[in-house]
């Protein structure tokens, strides 16, 4: 069975375990995984989504009445990140299992008095970012140390160009100056994040801000999730002929709001189904068509090309489910080098890390087919990357090892951990 082991120091030893006695001093928790023997009926659960949930949160903190969320599971850290910077602005959260109540923030969101936490949520910065560009004060942007580690650029571009002043394109970032009626470019080819960010600050913005929208769109189904959740909200702003025109308008949110489980997580049952022969597998929440595309062609690639330019979250457990079965490639997928980490490399590290080969392209992996998982030699890092995290220990579930950064895996599911090392107990 599975078995946590939490470490104070990464330079303090581990059993008789030598390798990872490193020169670091800073405080790291790893999981100490034993290779499990698994009933014959394993339970999955997924947690609520967080591309959803985030994006009604946002929307209902800005409606004049109250919203029910309604899941299944725990919502991950990135959720909790985003209710509590929406607090911060006015609205009200009443958590409890199973639902959130948000109640809108009286006359709009305000301007905060402290720095906007995101944790390690690149949306929730993201959106906060758009927000704040509608603010009549100075608003400070702040994440974890990984959040402030990426770039923001593309973000940051068009806000300076409608007017706004951007302290940093790097967390922390102060944003001063509201944003002005212009037209400005945005690149839509490295993330959908900006676009999102946009619509949903959007009830804020004066009339006439207009963006073209330009570049070979990437993760498309969350974009046109953010343009669904929007239109039921009440939202007059559409593009039209590559020109999203973001007129100001009043959100009127639902009562309640049904979230869905989160669908990028689908591919983790599969790999353990695959690895064990237990044949588990979590149907596919509804909701994002390209997502389900891109998961359904994981069960036979045979050697094909899987192209994951709008599921570019299931690059890690896709390339083992290729590894271990037929083989083929990954493609379309350049962008998520900008995750919280360089998610192409790093995933090609952690196949290396279990004894598996595969080859880093410019856009993807190229992995050979018919291999199988070895108990990794030392730890396996996985760069504070939720998606690793969970991949690293789906396979550590099979053969046994130890996983550096576990809890990461909190930014997305708090209870995957958990779940997982209980399923042979």
């Given at each position: 069975m599975g078995r946590v082991v939490r470490l104070r120091r990464l330079d303090s030893p581990i059993g008789n375990d030598a390798s990872i006695q490193q020169s670091r001093t800073v405080a790291v928790a790893v999981l100490r995984i034993d290779?499990?023997?698994?009933?014959?009926?394993?339970?999955?659960?997924?947690?609520?989504?967080?591309?959803?949930?985030?994006?009604?949160?946002?929307?209902?903190?800005?409606?004049?009445?109250?919203?029910?969320?309604?899941?299944?599971?725990?919502?991950?850290?990135?959720?909790?990140?985003?209710?509590?910077?929406?607090?911060?602005?006015?609205?009200g959260i009443e958590r409890g299992d199973g639902s959130w109540v948000v109640r809108g923030a009286e006359n709009g969101l305000s301007t905060p008095d402290e720095i906007l936490d995101c944790g390690n949520s690149g949306t929730t910065a993201r959106i906060m970012t758009a927000i704040a560009a509608g603010m009549p004060l100075p608003v400070t942007v702040d994440g974890d140390e990984s959040l402030r580690g990426r770039d923001w650029a593309s973000l940051s571009s068009v806000l300076t160009g409608l007017g706004c002043r951007i302290s940093s394109e790097r967390l922390p970032s102060t944003v001063t100056a509201r944003i002005q009626p212009k037209r400005v470019e945005l690149d839509q080819s490295s993330s959908s994040q900006p676009l999102t960010a946009l619509l949903l600050a959007s009830p804020s913005y004066p009339e006439g801000t207009e963006i073209l929208l330009t570049g070979e769109p990437v993760s498309r189904g969350y974009s046109h999730l953010t343009m669904k959740i929007c239109e039921a909200c009440g939202s007059p702003n559409v593009s039209n002929e590559g020109i999203l025109h973001l007129d100001p308008w009043r959100v009127i949110a639902p009562d309640r709001v049904l979230i869905p489980g989160e669908a990028s997580l689908v591919p983790m049952s599969m790999l353990f189904g695959r690895l064990f022969g237990t044949g588990s597998r979590v149907?596919?929440?509804?909701?994002?068509?390209?997502?389900?595309?891109?998961?359904?062609?994981l069960d036979d690639v045979n050697?094909?090309?899987?192209?994951?330019?709008?599921?570019?979250?299931?690059?890690?457990?896709?390339?083992?489910?290729?590894?271990?079965?037929?083989?083929?490639?990954?493609?379309g997928a350049r962008h998520v080098r900008g995750k919280e980490s360089d998610r192409i490399r790093t995933t090609v590290e952690m196949l290396a890390a279990f004894g598996m080969s595969a080859r880093a392209t410019d856009d993807g992996i190229e992995i050979p087919g018919g291999q199988f998982p070895e108990k990794p030699d030392s730890p396996v890092e996985t760069h504070g990357d939720h998606r690793l995290v969970m991949t690293a220990a789906v396979l550590a579930s099979k053969v046994g090892g130890i996983i550096i950064?576990?809890?990461?895996?909190?930014v997305t599911d708090p209870e995957f951990i958990e779940r997982l090392t209980g399923l042979g107990e």
């Open positions: 290779s499990i023997e698994v009933p014959d009926a394993v339970r999955w659960r997924l947690p609520p989504s967080k591309s959803h949930m985030i994006r009604w949160l946002v929307l209902a903190a800005q409606s004049e009445g109250t919203t029910e969320l309604v899941f299944e599971g725990v919502p991950g850290e990135d959720i909790a990140s985003m209710g509590g910077c929406l607090e911060l602005m006015g609205a149907e596919i929440p509804p909701g994002d068509a390209m997502m389900t595309e891109a998961i359904d062609s050697g094909g090309v899987v192209d994951l330019r709008d599921a570019s979250d299931i690059i890690s457990p896709a390339a083992v489910l290729i590894a271990i079965g037929n083989g083929g490639s990954i493609v950064n576990h809890r990461s895996s909190a």
